[in-house]
């Protein structure tokens, strides 16, 4: 997956993700949007949480929670 790809599902992620929103309802709904996207949907919600950081903290808090309990289901 190359970079603007990335960022894609990195954006939709950004204008998606609410407090309530449990991983699994995340990922369904951001695979509406990006179909071929499984494992990079994690790595994009990394890489949205830096690039998002300073812009809107509450969101980059809620992907943060999804990234971390979506590398840790996939571990195991």
């Known amino acids: 997956m190359d970079a603007s790809e990335l960022q894609a599902i990195g954006d939709t992620l ?4 609410t407090p309530s929103m449990t991983p699994k309802d995340l990922v369904k709904a951001v695979r509406k949007e990006h179909p071929d996207a499984k494992k990079d949907i994690a790595r994009a919600a990394f890489h949205a949480i830096i690039a998002n950081a300073d812009q809107d903290p509450g969101k980059s ?6 990234a971390l309990a979506e590398r840790t289901q996939q571990s195991e």
Do not use: E
């Open 14 to 17: 950004m204008r998606l993700v």
């Open 61 to 66: 808090r809620n992907l943060q929670a999804f």
